[in-house]
Structures are given as C-alpha cells and as structure tokens.
C-alpha cells in the first residue's frame, strides 16, 4: 500500500510539474507567434525594394575653352569708333583652368578689323587672368595687351603715299593731309578689375576699372571706370527657345599727359555711356547698341588723329589740326551678330 500510494504522489507530482511548465511555455509561444505575423503584416505594407547599381562617378574635368566670332556694323571702343564707322568682323580664343568650380585662370586672344590713321592691318588682343567667384559675386582680375602690327606712315602729308623710314619727318610719325598724325606703334596694354554681382535670374549689376601708363602709346596714363547692369526676361518671355536682355554701361575716361612726340598735351577725359537690347537663341547673339560720348568734334580730333576730319569750326588748345573736327567720337548705333561656345557645354 505504502509503494501504491508513494506512485501515486510521484505522479500527482510530474503531472504538477508539467502543468506549470505548459502554463509557461504557452504563453511565451504565443507571444512569439504573434510578434512574427504583426512583422509578416507590417513587411507587406512596405514596397518592394529594388536594387539597382550606383551611378557612375563623373571625373571632373578642369580645362575649357570658349570660342566665338562675330560680325559688327560699327567697332566701338569706349565711345570711339575703331572702324570709321564701318563694319568690322571679330573673333577670339579663350582657354580656362578650372581649380574648383568658384576659381577659375585663362588666357586668351582676339582679333577685331579696323581703320586706323597709322593704316594698322588690325588689333590684336592678347589678356590673361584669374577669375574668383563668392556666391552671387563674380570678379576677374588681369592683364589686357593690345596690338597694332602693321603700322605705318603717309609720306609728305600726300593722301595715300606710302612713305619709307624718315619720310615723315619721323620714322615712326604718319603726317595726313589734315595735319593730323600719329605713331606707327599705338600698342599698349591695361591691368583691369572687374565685378559683377547676380541678384537673381534676372538682374545683375557690375564695375570695371582699367588702368594703361600710356593710352595708344601716347605717354598719356588713362584710368577707364564703368558700372553696368543686365536685365535678363524669363526664359518664356518670348517663344521657341529665344532669350532677350537689356544691358547698359556708364563710363569715364580719364587721361593724362602725353609725351614729347605729341607736345606734352593734357587730352581731355570724357564721359561715354550705351543701352541696347539684345535676342539670343542657342549659341547666337543679336546685340542692338546706341553709344555715345560727350566729348565735342575738335576734341576728339585731337585725341584720335582722324584721317577723315574735315574743317568745321571746332579750334581747341590740343587740336593738332585746328578748326578740325571729328565725327569719330558722337553717337552710333552698333547691330552686333555673334556665336560664342565653350567646349564643355555646347560640343558633346
């Protein structure tokens, strides 16, 4: 009875124990079994993601290089024309280094067509510098040569003799008819600043400052300062791709004495300013200008030697061929077809 009995309470005890141990695994189990489908459910709200591979990286190229050419009515250069006021053709080469994206170097050439009392064949531009960006502002620093090759001089005041080495009197001096003259050689060059800061997409103001130790190669120093301001229409202003803008320029001119070779004259410094407007349309550029000074006609034959000055009554201190006077220097209006490129933008 004794063994009977000891049986039985063993497994009253086992079946206590398995109770408790059922009690607690259960419940666990459970727990578990719904933590996975609430994470079944959740997984299926989610979409699917889909693996792609990553793009390719763009190595960074720092050089480019911009290029254009354009044809022009009139050459005008800081009020004065440089063509008689007839059509001159341009173009220029410009290679650029890009350190980041805000710090750029290049050089450069250009060539303009011109009419000039020396008979030079045509100005030859050759500049360098450093443009540095800081946000919306823009600045440019260099250093900007011009080139006259090919000048000349009239022999004994005869309108369309050549003369050889001494025939003028100088072997570097033109003497026209007029009595006007000039220095085979007018080349110089200027150190410049620029800046130009962009409010927006649509508007965009700026100073320049040039600086020369002699203007033309005169002896005269000359300091050229301007302001200028773009304003740029929204890209659907106009349709089928075409852009417009209206640009202007207020500047001064300031100069000072010249050298021997033109009797130490004080030139007068002079006002010049320009509005237009302009179309673009891909790489091209029609530019529609009005220019003008404030300079009168003999003083303006006297700081340009026309050869075309003709009598008018304009006597002043300087004129070189007094009661001469030129047109070289009035109002004009400019029309201005160009193309321009970089290679990293428009040759892909």
């Known amino acids: 009875m004794d063994r009977i009995r000891g049986a039985r309470a063993f497994e ?16 666990a189990a459970a727990a578990v079994i ?15 993601t889909v693996y792609t591979k990553a793009p390719p990286v763009v190595a960074f190229d720092p050089w480019d290089i911009a290029f254009g050419a354009g044809v022009m009515s009139d050459y ?11 059509p001159s053709v341009t173009a220029y080469f410009e290679p650029r280094y890009n350190f980041t994206k805000d710090l750029q170097i290049y050089v450069g050439t250009s060539f303009e067509s011109i009419s000039f009392p020396n008979r030079a064949a045509a100005e030859v531009d050759i500049y360098g ?13 260099g250093v900007w040569g011009y080139l006259y090759p090919g000048g000349t001089c009239v022999g004994n005041g005869i309108p369309g003799s050549i003369g050889v080495a001494g025939s003028c009197g100088f072997d570097s001096q033109i003497v026209l008819a007029n009595g006007n003259f000039l220095k085979k050689d007018v080349s110089f060059y200027e150190v410049y600043g620029k800046a130009t800061y962009t409010f927006n997409d649509s508007f965009a103001m700026g100073g320049n400052v040039f600086y020369t130790p002699s203007f033309l190669n005169s002896g005269a120093d000359g300091t050229y300062a301007s302001v200028t301001a773009k304003v740029t229409a929204p890209g659907t202003f106009l349709p089928n791709g075409v852009g ?22 004080n030139y007068r410094d002079y006002n010049t300013w320009n509005v237009g407007i302009g179309f673009t349309y891909k790489v091209f550029t029609l530019d529609l200008r009005y220019s003008d000074t404030d300079l009168n006609k ?7 030697s026309d050869y075309t000055a003709s009598r ?25 077809l160009s193309a321009d490129l970089t290679l990293m933008s428009n040759i892909k």
């Open 312 to 336: 008018t009554g304009y006597v002043t201190s300087i004129n070189a061929a007094p009661g001469f006077g030129s047109t070289w220097c009035g109002a004009a209006f400019i029309a201005k």
């Open 34 to 48: 719904a933590g996975l489908a609430v994470q079944t459910a959740a997984a299926a709200d989610l979409p699917a």
């Open 129 to 141: 510098g450093i443009r540095p960006t800081f946000g919306a502002l823009a600045l440019d620093f």
């Open 12 to 27: 009253r005890l086992a079946d206590f124990k398995k109770g408790v141990v059922m009690k607690l695994i259960f419940p």
């Open 244 to 265: 417009a803008y209206v640009s202007g320029e207020f500047g001064r001119q300031w100069l000072g004495v010249s050298d021997s070779f033109y009797g130490n004259t």
């Open 76 to 86: 005008v250069f800081r009020g004065i024309t440089q063509s008689n006021h007839k």
């Open 298 to 304: 003999g003083d303006c034959n006297a700081f340009t």
